[in-house]
């Protein structure tokens, strides 16, 4: 009824390149705007759309309402990441719905990043790397969303085409106290810069956490102490 109903908007989180100190990325964020509830995060209703397979329906309601502002976004020179679920990785029919969009848009894939988890790629890694591969060859960029907390394989930043690394907020929280944490983002840094993919650090929360990332000039920041999800009306007000 929700998706009826059109009560699922798009929030975007802006992502700040120390190197420019600019703006040229945004993750899509959901959220369910509830006639009584007001709004909800997808942590409260995303693991049960998957479990309904709902799912389905919702990712390509977030394509599509990505694809309608992609043009204003990609001529602020903002590329926008879109959040992929497990399920979307055994979805062929998905591959139809977006080479649709891709006919009638060809040029907005490649302003748009598909972040995709290393579970869910784990999942049933053949079957994902055919669907990525499909989608890579209609120029969406892959992004490793919450990077060092599942398998990590290192096979599949060898097999999968990957454009981009995302460590996970997890291990940026607890860097400024915790040297193993400061030790894994090094890693992960390094695997970028030897990989050749952009590095994004998601969860920068406070001063803290900024000081420490500028030590890696390269690396995309991403969190509450830089920008809040916000709606996009608010978010290019700002930018203009
Ligand atoms: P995620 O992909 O890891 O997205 C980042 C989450 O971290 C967002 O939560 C964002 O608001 C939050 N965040 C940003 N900066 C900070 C920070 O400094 N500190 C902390 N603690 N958190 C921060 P949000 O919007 O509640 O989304 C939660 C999760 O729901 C996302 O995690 C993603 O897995 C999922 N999700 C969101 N939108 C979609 C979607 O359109 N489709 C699918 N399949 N999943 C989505
Ligand atoms: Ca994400
Ligand atoms: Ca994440």
Known sequence: KAITDNEF???????LNLRTNSINQAEVL????????GLIAPGAFIELAEQ???????????????????????????????????????DFSLIDFMQTLHKQQPDASRHIVL????????????????????LAAMHFQIAVDDFGTGYSSLTYLKQLPIHELKIDRSFVLEAPTDNNDKLIIDMIVSLGRLFQLE????GVENQSHFDLLQEYPEVI???YHLHRPEPLESWLEKLN
């Not at 959901?30 to 509830?37: E, G, I, S, T």
């Not at 309608?68 to 903002?78: D, E, H, K, M, V």
């Not at 590095?199 to 998601?202: I, Q, T």
């Open 9 to 15: 908007c798009l929030f975007f989180q802006p992502k």
């Open 30 to 37: 959901l959220r369910w705007n509830h006639p009584v509830h």
């Open 52 to 90: 309904t397979g709902m799912i389905r329906d919702i990712t390509r309601l977030v394509l599509k309402q990505t694809y309608a502002i992609i043009t204003l976004c990609a001529n602020q020179n903002i590329r926008l990441s879109v959040n992929l679920s497990a399920m979307d990785l055994e």
């Open 115 to 134: 972040e995709i988890t290393e579970s869910a790629a784990m999942r049933d890694p053949e079957q994902a790397l055919d669907i990525l591969n499909q």
């Open 199 to 202: 590095v994004v650090a998601e």
């Open 221 to 223: 920041l991403q969190g």
